[in-house]
């Protein structure tokens, strides 16, 4: 099987796991490092394959308000579905974080074809989507940077065993450095779907399992906080020198999410209550 079909396989199960608990799926989108070209499958490194989902709530839920979804599903094999509320997803939308932006621009993702004719304009205009307010944009790639910093060290329960044994996870260290790369490239004027995708997969995965940028030898904690010091500082200084006196904010394509998300509510309403 190659690599689409095995993702998309992996994504086809996702979202029939989310079906059977229930839920009213409109999209599921591929989240991580596919997305980036930083993908592996071997016996070595075997990359999960991680999802957000767009979910719709019920009416009857709707009007005894209960709270919209948001929780992240973790799977026996230790994948990862996000779990959103629509409601809940275009607002991070709005507040341009990257990591939601970066689901317009994948690959991989499945519409439900009930919902295809009004999910798809959320694709096509991932470019305003993107760009509501492109202060916020930069402000949210330093805020994630400074989080990768800070949890470059952080002994969180899933990683206990690799902090203890090397003083600090790999993958928040590439994180770092394609944050830079990303801001780098865009602030140039490099598409943001080719801004996504890593142009030194050699350098980010041997980062990502705690070697040096050559891949010769493990890295050194101390290394390690530097080199994502350094380059949480340059991301900082790239966001200083492009951004804008005042944020401009594209009220269009907020009107544009807002009127989707009716749109879409809309229907599902009215399948529930016929």
């Known amino acids: 099987m190659d690599r689409f079909d095995y993702i998309m396989e992996r994504l086809t199960e996702h979202y029939a796991y989310l079906e059977e608990k229930g839920y009213k799926v409109v999209c599921l989108m591929l989240q991580g490092s596919q997305n980036y070209g930083l993908d592996e499958y071997s016996e070595s490194y075997m990359s999960d394959i991680d999802t957000k989902a767009i979910v719709l709530p019920h009416f009857r839920d709707f009007v005894y308000e209960k709270k919209p979804v948001?929780?992240?599903?973790?799977?026996?094999?230790?994948?990862?579905?996000?779990?959103?509320?629509?409601?809940v997803m275009f607002e991070q939308f709005k507040k341009e974080n990257i990591s939601y932006i970066e689901l317009l621009y994948t690959d991989f993702y499945i519409i439900n074809p009930k919902y295809e004719d009004l999910i798809q304009p959320l694709f096509d205009k991932r470019e305003g989507i993107a760009e509501i307010n492109v202060n916020q944009f930069l402000r949210c790639i330093v805020g994630m940077s400074g989080n990768k910093l800070k949890a470059l060290c952080h002994p969180y329960p899933n990683l206990i065993d690799k902090i203890e044994k090397y003083g600090f996870d790999g993958k928040q260290l590439s994180h770092c450095v394609r944050l830079y790369e990303f801001i780098s490239r865009y602030c140039r004027g490099v598409p943001i779907k080719e801004c996504y995708k890593t142009q030194d997969r050699e350098l980010l995965m041997n980062l990502k399992k705690q070697l040096t940028a050559n891949g010769d030898r493990v890295m050194t904690k101390e290394e390690a906080v530097a080199a994502c010091t350094f380059y949480f500082e340059q991301t900082k200084l790239i966001e200083s020198l492009h951004l804008m006196k005042e944020d401009v904010i594209n009220i269009e394509t907020i009107a544009f999410l807002d009127n989707l998300k009716y749109e879409i509510l809309q229907r599902k309403f009215e399948e529930d209550i016929s």
């Open 70 to 87: 948001s929780y992240v599903e973790i799977l026996d094999n230790g994948e990862h579905i996000d779990v959103k509320d629509i409601r």
